[in-house]
């Protein structure tokens, strides 16, 4: 029997089992409906030396959106601590350690454009923008070809359904609280085709929905704060930080 395009098409389809499609898919229309959350988290970084030794990275910080006004986001780890702010016009970086920051005025007052532009322009991660995107089941589900229930477990002393999801690039699982309200706990990619396939672990945890105060996006750069001509992050998720003169 030959073996046709149209054959070829079948063959690559998406298979998502329904009951974990729908279970995502519940999580990430509760998160549409949220005008305001914020959270805690851990993150952990794992990269792969020369040597073949795997090396574990961690840093934790907080989330805050509003989804109308802006964001804030925290990360603490062994070498940086920094602050991401958003008002609507302005994205601010500040590292405290250093008393440094530096600005980029955002081209949209898009809280999901302004995330985007710090991704692109400082390489350094915003923890959770997965699931707090205007569409987050288009943004996960973006290049899926298999999605399956792995079982329930237990996150946080929370009962969660433990999803698993592959692309051609990575491997992705997801931990979704049960109930009428669920909330992604925990989240790890797997970069499958680099040598010993390092992963990045994201744990969210006290969830919050009932609103933020503005001001809690406003910067204003402290006294003595040093401007930044240039900000970008290094391979373990850090900030390497260049001042101007």
């Known amino acids: 029997m030959?073996?046709?395009?149209l054959a070829a098409s079948a063959q690559a389809q998406v298979v998502i089992d329904p009951a974990a499609d729908k279970i995502l898919s519940a999580m990430t229309s509760n998160l549409k409906t949220l005008s305001t959350v914020s959270a805690d988290y851990d993150a952990d970084h794992e990269i792969v030396t020369l040597e073949g030794q795997k090396i574990q990275y961690s840093a934790s910080g907080s989330i805050e959106l509003d989804r109308d006004k802006g964001f804030r986001i925290t990360r603490k780890?062994?070498?940086a601590d920094v602050e991401?702010?958003?008002?609507?016009?302005?994205?601010s970086l500040y590292g405290k350690g250093m008393n440094v920051f530096a600005q980029i005025?955002?081209?949209s007052p898009s809280v999901e454009d302004a995330t985007r532009e710090f991704r692109e322009s400082t390489g350094l991660d915003a923890p959770g923008a997965d699931f707090l995107a205007s569409d987050?089941?288009?943004?996960?589900?973006?290049?899926?070809?298999e999605g399956t229930i792995v079982g329930s477990a237990i996150v946080g002393g929370v009962e969660c359904d433990h999803l698993a999801f592959r692309t051609d690039a990575?491997?992705?699982?997801?931990?979704?609280s049960?109930?009428?309200k669920p909330l992604p706990l925990k989240y790890v990619i797997t970069t499958k085709w680099v040598t010993g396939a390092p992963e990045y672990t994201l744990r969210l945890r006290s969830w919050k929905t009932d609103g933020i105060d503005a001001a809690r996006f406003a910067f204003s750069p402290p006294a003595r704060a040093?401007?930044?001509e240039q900000v970008h992050a290094d391979v373990t998720g850090e900030l390497s930080l260049q001042a101007g003169e």
């Not at 030959?2 to 395009?5: D, I, L, V």
């Not at 991401?84 to 994205?91: A, L, N, R, Y």
């Not at 990575?170 to 979704?176: A, N, R």
């Open 2 to 5: 030959a073996f046709t395009p």
């Open 226 to 228: 040093k401007k930044l």
């Open 136 to 145: 987050p089941y288009a943004v996960l589900t973006d290049g899926v070809t």
């Open 77 to 79: 780890g062994p070498y």
């Open 84 to 91: 991401v702010t958003f008002d609507g016009k302005m994205i």
């Open 170 to 176: 990575v491997d992705w699982q997801i931990w979704i």
């Open 105 to 107: 005025e955002s081209a």
């Open 178 to 180: 049960k109930g009428d």
